[in-house]
């Protein structure tokens, strides 16, 4: 299905060949660094890494991704922005499943397996729902966003490109990948926490505060991962926050 794909993109001029090959040089790389030790080990995720860097940076040459908005507004207490459908940034998830396959086969530390949301105890329930509502009420308290009810048109374009494209992509990298690998290298508390503080990092453009913001919703995204020991639940906590902050709040920021 991803060469299909490749093949269509590449048949309708939004990829070349010079980015066709670097894509399958990176997942190459990382399917090689499953079967390897040591040094060996070591290098082939550092080059992954730095592989998937460049996707997210749309550093790679070749990829003509799609501008669907163009300084879009969803009120007039919002910042305009603009939102591309990215061809490079997802391609990160296939080359870190075939690095850490069992980034999808974690079990939850609650049970023998891996559970659901609704199987959680209630106290872990509360501190999630807890994160999930106040998050949004501190980023309108320290002023970055304020209260702003929208329904814009292009909603459902919204809604595919942040859970197939965003939060899909970065919850592998992030809690799949880095949380899960310091987690076994460390221990919990080292991976959710260091995973969250990375990804408020990679939110630096918004600034300090908002970075903030962002390492706090990565420690609310790392305790669903950990807790369900399911990636899927991960990527819908993260789904519905930025929904929410879409539709009740100035997007990105207030202006």
């Not at 308290?141 to 809604?159: A, C, K, Y």
Request: glycine letters at 8%.
């Amino acid at each position: 299905m991803l060469a299909t794909t490749g093949l269509v993109a590449f048949v309708l001029e939004r990829i070349s060949p010079i980015a066709l090959v670097i894509i399958a040089i990176g997942l190459g790389i990382a399917k090689l660094g499953q079967r390897q030790t040591g040094i060996y080990k070591i290098a082939c995720h550092s080059v992954v890494i730095l592989w998937a860097g460049a996707l997210v940076l749309h550093l790679v040459p070749g990829f003509d991704n799609l501008l669907v908005l163009d300084k879009a507004l969803t009120g007039s207490g919002s910042i305009p922005f603009t939102l591309y459908l990215n061809l490079d940034k997802p391609l990160i998830v296939f080359a870190l499943l075939l690095l850490m396959p069992d980034m999808l086969k974690r079990t939850s530390p609650i049970s023998s397996a891996k559970t659901s949301l609704t199987q959680l105890p209630l106290t872990q329930k509360f501190i999630l729902a807890a994160l999930f509502i106040a998050l949004p009420l501190v980023a309108w308290g320290v002023g970055i966003v304020e209260p702003e009810f929208s329904l814009p048109t292009w909603l459902w374009v919204f809604v595919i490109n942040n859970l197939v494209f965003t939060c899909v992509a970065e919850e592998a990298l992030f809690r799949g990948y880095i949380q899960n690998g310091l987690t076994k290298r460390f221990n919990p508390f080292v991976g959710i926490f260091l995973a969250s503080f990375l990804f408020g990092i990679a939110h630096f453009a918004g600034g300090g505060i908002f970075i903030a913001i962002a390492a706090l919703a990565g420690l609310l995204y790392g305790l669903t991962y950990y807790w369900t020991g399911r990636l899927i639940f991960a990527v819908l906590i993260h789904f519905g926050f930025n929904l929410v902050h879409l539709l009740f709040f100035t997007y990105p920021m207030a202006n």
